[in-house]
C-alpha cells in the first residue's frame, strides 16, 4: 500500500497467490531457507544475494500474508536453518510467532530456527524490500 498525491495504491494478489509460497520453483535442497513477508521482499533479497558471493546455496520463498504458511509445505522446512524475515510491524511478529509454533506443532523439525529482531529505530511497517533498497543490506 502507497500514497501518492492523496490518490492510495494498493497491490492485490491473484487467488493463486494465497495458497503458494513465491519462489520455490527456485528451490535447492538441504539449503538454507529466507522466509520473507511477500513475494516483493523476496525479489528484493534475491536482488541483493545476486550481487554478492555466498558461501552455499540459499533458498529464499515469501508467504501469501504473515499468517499463511501453507501447511503443504512445512516439510521443506525440515533438517535446514529457517530465517524468518517478516515485517516490522504487529502482523510480522504475529506471524513469526505463529509460523514458529506451527513447525513445532506439525513436528517439523528444522536443523536451527532464527527471526528477525528489528531494532527500535527502524518505521513500524518497514521490511527487508525497505533495507535492501535504502543500501542497509
Known amino acids: 500500500v502507497s500514497e501518492e498525491n492523496g490518490v492510495i495504491h494498493k497491490v492485490l494478489n491473484p ?31 534475491h536482488s541483493l544475494t545476486s ?3 555466498l558461501k552455499q546455496p540459499i533458498n529464499i520463498i515469501g508467504v501469501p500474508g504473515t499468517t499463511n504458511f501453507p501447511q503443504k509445505y512445512l516439510s521443506y522446512l525440515s533438517g535446514v536453518d529457517v ?11 504475529t506471524g513469526q ?21 528489528w531494532p527500535a529505530h527502524y518505521d513500524t511497517g518497514f521490511d527487508i524490500r525497505d533495507l535492501v533498497h535504502n543500501g542497509v543490506l
Not at 503458494?20 to 521482499?41: H, I, M, N, T
Not at 510467532?97 to 529482531?117: C, F, Q, W, Y
Request: glycine content about 6%.
Open 97 to 117: 510467532d505463529k509460523l514458529i509454533a506451527t513447525i513445532s506443532n506439525e513436528g517439523v523439525v528444522p536443523r536451527s530456527i532464527h527471526s528477525m529482531s
Open 83 to 93: 530465517y524468518i524475515l517478516f515485517d516490522n510491524d504487529a502482523a510480522g511478529l
Open 15 to 45: 487467488p493463486i497467490v494465497s495458497s503458494a509460497l513465491f519462489g520455490l520453483q527456485f528451490w535447492k535442497a538441504r539449503s538454507p531457507v529466507y522466509v520473507c513477508e511477500g513475494q516483493w521482499d523476496v525479489m528484493a533479497l
Open 51 to 53: 550481487k554478492i558471493k
